[in-house]
Protein backbone atom coordinates (compact mmCIF):
# COMPACT_ATOMS: atom_id res chain seq x y z
CA UNK A 1 0.00 0.00 0.00
CA UNK A 2 0.93 3.59 -0.77
CA UNK A 3 1.55 4.79 2.93
CA UNK A 4 1.20 8.68 3.58
CA UNK A 5 2.94 11.54 5.81
CA UNK A 6 0.59 13.94 7.67
CA UNK A 7 1.74 16.65 10.27
CA UNK A 8 0.64 15.58 13.19
CA UNK A 9 -1.60 18.81 13.85
CA UNK A 10 -2.22 22.26 12.49
CA UNK A 11 -3.90 25.43 13.58
CA UNK A 12 -6.47 27.66 11.86
CA UNK A 13 -7.88 30.71 12.15
CA UNK A 14 -11.85 31.08 11.96
CA UNK A 15 -13.01 32.41 8.56
CA UNK A 16 -9.33 31.55 7.15
CA UNK A 17 -8.18 28.79 4.82
CA UNK A 18 -7.12 25.85 5.93
CA UNK A 19 -4.30 23.76 4.01
CA UNK A 20 -3.69 20.42 4.95
CA UNK A 21 -1.07 18.76 3.18
CA UNK A 22 -0.07 15.34 2.94
CA UNK A 23 2.36 13.29 1.57
CA UNK A 24 1.97 10.00 -0.75
CA UNK A 25 5.70 9.34 -2.52
CA UNK A 26 5.02 5.91 -3.05
CA UNK A 27 1.58 6.26 -4.96
CA UNK A 28 0.58 4.25 -8.06
CA UNK A 29 -0.87 5.44 -11.47
CA UNK A 30 -4.17 3.74 -10.36
CA UNK A 31 -4.28 4.88 -7.03
CA UNK A 32 -7.05 7.88 -5.88
CA UNK A 33 -6.65 10.06 -2.97
CA UNK A 34 -9.37 9.74 -0.80
CA UNK A 35 -10.02 12.72 2.39
CA UNK A 36 -11.90 11.65 5.08
CA UNK A 37 -12.51 13.75 8.66
CA UNK A 38 -13.24 12.56 11.83
CA UNK A 39 -14.93 15.00 14.64
CA UNK A 40 -14.45 13.74 17.95
CA UNK A 41 -15.98 10.46 18.88
CA UNK A 42 -18.03 10.51 15.81
CA UNK A 43 -17.38 7.98 12.90
CA UNK A 44 -15.22 9.66 10.11
CA UNK A 45 -17.27 11.29 7.39
CA UNK A 46 -15.96 11.62 3.79
CA UNK A 47 -14.73 14.90 2.29
CA UNK A 48 -13.45 14.03 -1.25
CA UNK A 49 -11.44 11.97 -3.30
CA UNK A 50 -9.20 12.78 -6.55
CA UNK A 51 -6.49 10.80 -8.98
CA UNK A 52 -4.87 13.38 -10.72
CA UNK A 53 -7.21 16.47 -11.49
CA UNK A 54 -8.48 19.06 -8.69
CA UNK A 55 -11.35 18.68 -7.32
CA UNK A 56 -13.75 20.56 -5.32
CA UNK A 57 -17.16 19.98 -3.50
CA UNK A 58 -19.43 21.90 -1.14
CA UNK A 59 -16.70 20.81 1.47
CA UNK A 60 -13.66 21.24 0.72
CA UNK A 61 -10.81 21.29 -2.68
CA UNK A 62 -8.32 18.70 -3.07
CA UNK A 63 -4.88 19.90 -5.26
CA UNK A 64 -3.04 16.57 -6.03
CA UNK A 65 0.56 17.58 -7.42
CA UNK A 66 1.24 16.79 -11.32
CA UNK A 67 3.94 13.64 -9.72
CA UNK A 68 0.93 12.52 -7.73
CA UNK A 69 3.38 12.19 -4.73
CA UNK A 70 1.56 14.77 -2.47
CA UNK A 71 -1.60 16.63 -2.48
CA UNK A 72 -3.42 19.30 -0.04
CA UNK A 73 -6.99 19.28 1.00
CA UNK A 74 -8.30 22.53 1.30
CA UNK A 75 -11.27 24.46 3.33
CA UNK A 76 -11.55 27.87 2.09
CA UNK A 77 -13.38 29.16 5.12
CA UNK A 78 -12.42 27.28 8.43
CA UNK A 79 -15.51 27.24 11.38
CA UNK A 80 -15.01 25.83 14.62
CA UNK A 81 -16.94 23.07 13.24
CA UNK A 82 -14.34 22.13 11.14
CA UNK A 83 -11.80 21.10 13.95
CA UNK A 84 -11.08 17.40 13.76
CA UNK A 85 -8.76 14.83 13.02
CA UNK A 86 -7.83 14.87 9.04
CA UNK A 87 -7.12 11.58 7.36
CA UNK A 88 -5.67 11.26 4.02
CA UNK A 89 -5.72 8.13 2.28
CA UNK A 90 -4.61 6.25 -1.21
CA UNK A 91 -6.60 3.60 -1.92
CA UNK A 92 -5.59 -0.07 -3.11
CA UNK A 93 -6.66 -1.03 -6.31
CA UNK A 94 -9.50 -3.77 -6.77
CA UNK A 95 -9.15 -4.67 -2.80
CA UNK A 96 -12.72 -3.62 -1.94
CA UNK A 97 -13.63 -1.75 0.75
CA UNK A 98 -10.50 -1.53 2.74
CA UNK A 99 -9.58 1.84 3.85
CA UNK A 100 -6.03 2.32 5.25
CA UNK A 101 -5.54 4.87 7.94
CA UNK A 102 -2.81 6.42 9.17
CA UNK A 103 -2.30 9.29 12.48
CA UNK A 104 -4.07 12.00 10.35
CA UNK A 105 -3.98 15.77 10.94
CA UNK A 106 -5.81 17.12 14.06
CA UNK A 107 -6.64 20.18 12.75
CA UNK A 108 -7.87 22.94 15.48
CA UNK A 109 -9.89 26.09 14.35
CA UNK A 110 -9.32 28.66 16.58
CA UNK A 111 -11.76 32.09 17.05
CA UNK B 1 -32.16 8.14 3.22
CA UNK B 2 -31.25 6.75 6.37
CA UNK B 3 -27.77 6.66 7.45
CA UNK B 4 -25.51 3.50 8.84
CA UNK B 5 -27.25 2.93 12.07
CA UNK B 6 -25.03 0.70 14.93
CA UNK B 7 -26.35 -1.09 17.97
CA UNK B 8 -25.80 -0.94 20.86
CA UNK B 9 -24.31 2.35 21.53
CA UNK B 10 -22.04 1.79 24.88
CA UNK B 11 -21.73 -1.57 26.23
CA UNK B 12 -19.75 -2.80 29.30
CA UNK B 13 -18.70 -6.53 29.41
CA UNK B 14 -15.81 -8.18 31.83
CA UNK B 15 -13.22 -9.94 30.86
CA UNK B 16 -13.63 -13.60 29.42
CA UNK B 17 -17.68 -12.63 27.70
CA UNK B 18 -18.48 -12.32 24.12
CA UNK B 19 -20.06 -9.43 22.62
CA UNK B 20 -22.26 -9.07 20.29
CA UNK B 21 -22.57 -5.88 17.63
CA UNK B 22 -24.73 -4.61 14.68
CA UNK B 23 -24.66 -2.72 12.08
CA UNK B 24 -27.41 -2.02 9.63
CA UNK B 25 -26.06 -0.12 6.10
CA UNK B 26 -27.53 2.72 4.01
CA UNK B 27 -30.12 1.21 1.90
CA UNK B 28 -28.77 -0.33 -1.11
CA UNK B 29 -25.54 -0.54 0.11
CA UNK B 30 -23.90 -4.29 -0.05
CA UNK B 31 -20.42 -3.62 1.26
CA UNK B 32 -20.21 -3.09 5.20
CA UNK B 33 -16.56 -3.24 6.70
CA UNK B 34 -15.57 -2.55 10.05
CA UNK B 35 -13.14 -0.63 12.08
CA UNK B 36 -12.20 -0.87 15.71
CA UNK B 37 -10.28 2.67 17.08
CA UNK B 38 -7.96 2.36 19.61
CA UNK B 39 -5.87 5.72 21.31
CA UNK B 40 -3.19 3.64 20.74
CA UNK B 41 -3.49 2.20 17.87
CA UNK B 42 -6.23 4.78 15.66
CA UNK B 43 -8.35 3.38 13.00
CA UNK B 44 -7.47 -0.22 12.46
CA UNK B 45 -9.83 -2.01 9.85
CA UNK B 46 -11.28 -5.61 10.44
CA UNK B 47 -13.43 -6.83 8.03
CA UNK B 48 -15.17 -6.56 5.08
CA UNK B 49 -18.57 -8.28 3.66
CA UNK B 50 -20.37 -7.97 0.54
CA UNK B 51 -23.42 -10.31 -0.31
CA UNK B 52 -22.41 -12.29 3.05
CA UNK B 53 -19.14 -13.34 2.02
CA UNK B 54 -16.15 -11.88 3.82
CA UNK B 55 -14.39 -10.21 1.39
CA UNK B 56 -11.50 -8.86 3.10
CA UNK B 57 -9.95 -9.38 6.53
CA UNK B 58 -7.42 -7.32 8.68
CA UNK B 59 -4.78 -8.38 10.86
CA UNK B 60 -6.84 -9.22 14.15
CA UNK B 61 -7.25 -13.08 16.09
CA UNK B 62 -9.37 -15.30 15.14
CA UNK B 63 -11.29 -14.19 18.53
CA UNK B 64 -12.98 -11.52 15.97
CA UNK B 65 -15.67 -12.91 13.86
CA UNK B 66 -18.29 -11.58 11.46
CA UNK B 67 -21.49 -12.05 9.57
CA UNK B 68 -23.55 -10.45 6.61
CA UNK B 69 -27.52 -10.89 6.40
CA UNK B 70 -29.32 -11.62 2.99
CA UNK B 71 -30.42 -8.18 3.94
CA UNK B 72 -26.97 -6.72 4.06
CA UNK B 73 -26.98 -6.22 8.01
CA UNK B 74 -23.63 -7.50 9.54
CA UNK B 75 -22.56 -8.34 13.07
CA UNK B 76 -19.65 -8.72 14.88
CA UNK B 77 -18.51 -10.47 17.65
CA UNK B 78 -16.12 -10.59 20.00
CA UNK B 79 -15.37 -13.73 21.84
CA UNK B 80 -13.44 -14.66 25.55
CA UNK B 81 -13.22 -10.53 25.60
CA UNK B 82 -9.72 -9.28 27.17
CA UNK B 83 -9.09 -5.38 28.54
CA UNK B 84 -7.06 -4.44 25.32
CA UNK B 85 -10.78 -5.01 23.05
CA UNK B 86 -11.83 -1.66 25.12
CA UNK B 87 -12.37 -0.04 21.58
CA UNK B 88 -14.90 2.32 19.54
CA UNK B 89 -16.01 -0.33 16.92
CA UNK B 90 -17.30 1.06 13.40
CA UNK B 91 -19.21 -0.08 10.52
CA UNK B 92 -19.31 1.73 7.29
CA UNK B 93 -21.23 0.75 4.09
CA UNK B 94 -21.13 1.55 0.41
CA UNK B 95 -22.56 0.34 -2.83
CA UNK B 96 -20.15 -2.87 -2.94
CA UNK B 97 -18.13 -2.16 -5.90
CA UNK B 98 -14.55 -4.18 -6.40
CA UNK B 99 -12.53 -0.94 -6.01
CA UNK B 100 -12.73 1.57 -2.94
CA UNK B 101 -15.56 3.83 -2.83
CA UNK B 102 -16.92 6.70 -1.06
CA UNK B 103 -17.81 4.51 2.87
CA UNK B 104 -20.39 6.53 5.26
CA UNK B 105 -19.49 5.39 8.85
CA UNK B 106 -22.15 5.14 11.33
CA UNK B 107 -21.64 6.77 14.97
CA UNK B 108 -20.08 3.57 16.55
CA UNK B 109 -20.05 1.31 19.45
CA UNK B 110 -18.32 1.81 22.57
CA UNK B 111 -16.89 -1.29 23.98
CA UNK B 112 -15.37 -1.00 27.58
CA UNK B 113 -14.08 -4.36 28.77
CA UNK B 114 -13.64 -4.27 32.52
Known amino acids: DAKTTQPPSMDCAEGRAANLPCNHS???????VYWYRQIHSQGPQYIIHGLKNNETNEMASLIITEDRKSSTLILPHATLRDTAVYYCIVSRPNAGNMLTFGGGTRLMVKP | KAGVTQTPRYLIKTRGQQVTLSCSPI?????VSWYQQTPGQGLQFLFEYFSETQRNKGNFPGRFSGRQFSNSRSEMNVSTLELGDSALYLC?????????????FGPGTRLLVL
Open chain 2, 92 to 104: ASSFGGSTLETQY
Open chain 2, 27 to 31: SGHRS
Open chain 1, 26 to 32: TISGNEY
